[in-house]
């Protein structure tokens, strides 16, 4: 029997047809075929609080995630190799590889919904569950974005623009298309790589031979892309229901310090009527992709006021932890809505805010100023708000925390952030 077919505690509620034809999509991922136009469209259910939300993924996403459904009155599983993971910390957790099947298995019994919190769900596990449980996210979205040449192509057929590119299967093609994007270019594996990893900013003829080499190792396809000259990054979070109901949260202005994101602005500082075109255009993405749950869209500004899409993922996202406390609804709370059927929540922003983000070798600063009175938030009329995810190592560069500065204005935050001794270690 399916998760749409049980009744658990919380109550479920099937909507028969309630689902449009884009959501048809059987399994969607390497070796598992997208489903075909004229297959019956998945059942929407409505998931009632006292309900349990299987989680793919174990780790800060998940925890947030888990800490808002509880609060709505859920109860979390989470399936994770490592064990005591941080989501583990505040849900149940099954200890036990992704590609382990029973585990799998395991989750969808004691869970009435699952979603995950990472994109690169293993192939044979995501195509197991779409059959054995109630994944309302589907597979067609995943299997869209593990790969960046599908992604694009999938973003450019909702009308949104990205950056020209090209798909590069030798060191030849490689030459002819920086001949033709100009120096520098971005030469990127198609799938993996996140905080900067699995890319190569080719800035001169003469690293092409050893950037093709290089990202020929992870033994997938390349893409090369012009580069954007940019004035700013944004990224905005959209949430799209089973239902059709689509909302969007403030575009945030990201600045990034070693190809990890630093910081998260909220307002943004570009026009109202650019910020508005971010809004509409992630929103385009949800509806033309069929997403289910939130999907995060990153975006280039240029000088002349163009925006171009350059990433997507289909999750909670680092750039919208400032929601937790700046909005009315956070994003991981929009999330669960979003899965379980409910009615979106209200996406206003309350406060101006800065999210930082905290690694490793913020920890320990960050420690030692928690334990004092903070003077200098005093002074600039800021409620900084830790959270830590509860990862064992500190290891360097990687996230541990973050911190929301709710603020006045965003200036007063960032002045908070560079007057502490935390990030200029």
Not at 21 to 46: F, H, K, L, M
Not at 254 to 272: F, G, M, Y
Not at 320 to 328: L, S
Request: net charge negative; glycine share 10%; charged share 20%.
């Amino acid at each position: 029997m399916s998760a749409a077919d049980k009744q658990p505690s919380g109550g479920l509620i099937s909507l028969n047809g309630a689902l449009g034809a884009d959501e048809g999509a059987a399994c969607g991922i390497d070796g598992c075929a997208p489903a075909s136009a004229g297959e019956t469209a998945p059942q929407a259910n409505v998931i009632l609080p006292g309900s349990t939300i299987g989680i793919l993924g174990g780790g800060q996403l998940g925890r947030m995630m888990a800490n808002a459904g509880s609060a709505m009155g859920y109860r979390f599983v989470a399936l994770d190799p490592t064990p005591d993971a941080p989501c583990g910390q505040v849900a149940e957790q099954i200890v036990a590889a992704y590609d382990d099947r029973e585990a799998a298995r395991e989750l969808a019994k004691r869970s009435d919904v699952i979603t995950y919190e990472f994109e690169n769900v293993d192939a044979g596990v995501a195509a197991m569950l779409m059959q054995e449980s109630y994944v309302p996210q589907g597979s067609e979205l995943l299997y869209t974005t593990q790969h960046r040449l599908r992604e694009k192509r999938a973003i450019e057929a909702a009308g949104v623009k990205v950056a020209p590119y090209s798909e590069i299967r030798s060191v030849d093609e490689l030459r002819e298309a920086v001949g033709r994007f100009g120096l520098p270019c971005v030469l990127k594996t198609a799938t993996g790589g996140y905080d900067g990893k699995g890319q190569w900013v080719i800035r001169g003829e003469e690293e092409i031979p050893e950037a093709y080499e290089t990202l020929s190792r992870a033994k997938t396809e390349l893409v090369l892309e012009q580069f954007i000259r940019f004035e700013k990054e944004l990224s905005v979070i959209a949430a799209r229901s089973p239902q059709g109901e689509v909302k969007t949260f403030p575009a945030a202005e990201n600045v990034h310090v070693d190809n990890i994101l630093h910081l998260s602005i909220v307002p943004a500082r570009a026009s109202e009527a650019v910020l508005r075109e971010a809004e509409r255009l992630a929103a385009a993405i949800a509806e033309g992709l069929g997403a289910v749950g939130l999907i995060a869209v990153e975006l280039f500004l240029t000088a002349d006021g163009e925006l171009f899409v350059n990433e997507l993922a289909p999750r909670p996202h680092n750039s919208g932890h400032y929601t937790m406390e700046a909005c009315r609804t956070s994003q991981f709370e929009q999330h669960v809505r979003a899965i379980c059927g409910l009615p979106l929540g209200d996406t206003t922003l309350l406060t101006p805010v800065v999210m930082v983000n905290v690694l490793g070798e913020h920890i320990e600063p960050l420690l030692k100023h928690v334990a004092v009175a903070d003077s200098a938030a005093a002074r600039h009329g800021v409620a900084p708000k830790v959270h830590l995810y509860g990862k064992h190592e500190a290891k360097h560069k990687r996230k541990m925390g973050h911190i929301n500065v709710l603020a006045e204005n965003v200036d007063a935050a960032l002045a908070w952030i560079s007057e502490t001794n935390i990030w200029r270690v």
